[in-house]
Each structure stands twice: as C-alpha cells, then as structure tokens.
C-alpha cells in the first residue's frame, strides 16, 4: 500500500485556491493545515475549499 502523503498549504492568498485545487487531484496527497499570517485567510480557504482538516 502507497504511503500518504500529507501537505501544508502556506500562505492563503490569491494562489492558494489554484494549489488547494491541485492538491484534490493528486492521488495519496492529504491536505492537513493551510496557514497564513492573517487567521481568517485560512479559514476563508478551508471554507472555500470544502476540506476538513483533522
């Protein structure tokens, strides 16, 4: 069995939509956080995004 790969997304700007949206298509690739210097663009792209972190 493929080892999972988990990623973190740093920094939500305008980018990040593009690379939460790659990130979907990548087979064995788990998004665990997103962070940024400003709290609710993180939580705005986790919101956007339709992911849920645990």
């Not at 790659?22 to 705005?44: H, S």
Request: glycine share 10%; hydrophobic share 50%; charged share 20%.
């Amino acid at each position: 069995m493929p080892q999972q790969l988990r990623a973190i997304l740093v920094g939500c700007g305008a980018m990040s939509r593009a690379w939460l949206d790659a990130v979907l298509e990548v087979e064995g690739l788990k998004m665990v956080g997103l962070v940024d210097i400003k709290e609710e663009n993180a939580v705005q792209g986790v919101d956007s995004a339709n992911i849920f972190l645990s």
